[in-house]
């Protein structure tokens, strides 16, 4: 992980305004509501919307970002809540998660860098117990065009750090595909993500 990925997401979380808002993503608000509660894991969780909604939801959370400054004010705003998330900060493969460890994981815009993503996916499968859950929702390849119609909508500018159909299928192709579908949708979360933009959603079980 470079400085300069690191410096990005520091500077980006380090104001009083929370970057992506304190109200989590309806697509996992939605997917929560159909598991029973259990230990869940959020990578690349930033300033912890989705990790302390899930844990006023009863779910034991762990959560990891590589931004000190995000994980500060994730557990402000879980103080706030009055719940306790478990937040680890670092590079993902150094930090301490085990085997079969989680019921769910999700990835919500958990753009990693083009160069790792796929490994990252294959190693939090590790960490997801047979008939686990994963809930991701991240900008798919299409989402260019809409970013240079309206950049307010955020995401990544390069097209490798984007998703596809194909990219999920194998990178998690072990999965019962519960849903898996490239999709337009409105965003309205904090300040980075305003507007119509193409997602890929898919929610997978793992055989």
């Given amino acids: 992980m470079t400085e300069g990925w690191l410096k990005q997401w520091n500077d980006r979380y380090n104001n009083a305004e929370y970057a992506y808002g304190i109200d989590p993503n309806d697509f996992l608000k939605e997917q929560l509501a159909k598991l029973p509660v259990g230990k869940i894991l959020f990578p690349a969780e930033g300033e912890g919307r989705n990790a302390v909604y899930t844990a006023t939801l009863g779910w034991e959370v762990f959560a990891f970002d590589i931004s000190l400054e ?17 937040y680890q900060v670092g590079d993902f493969p150094t930090l301490d998660f085990k085997a079969n460890q989680f019921d769910a994981i999700a ?101």
Avoid: M
């Avoid at 995000?70 to 478990?86: C, F, H, P, R, W």
């Fill in 70 to 86: 995000g994980s500060k004010k994730a557990i402000q705003l879980a103080e706030k809540n009055n719940v306790n998330i478990d």
């Fill in 107 to 207: 990835l919500i815009y958990a753009h990693f860098p083009a160069e790792i993503k796929s490994a990252y996916h294959k190693l939090l499968n590790s960490y997801l117990r047979e008939g686990g859950v994963i809930i991701f929702e991240a900008f798919s390849k299409k989402h260019l065009e809409y970013r240079q119609k309206n950049e307010k909508v955020g995401g990544p500018k390069d097209l490798a750090s984007l998703f596809s159909i194909e990219e999920l299928q194998s990178d998690f192709k072990d999965y019962e595909i519960i849903e898996l579908a490239e999709t337009e949708v409105e965003l309205n979360e904090g300040l980075y993500h305003n507007g119509i933009g193409s997602v890929i959603r898919f929610v997978g079980r793992k055989k």
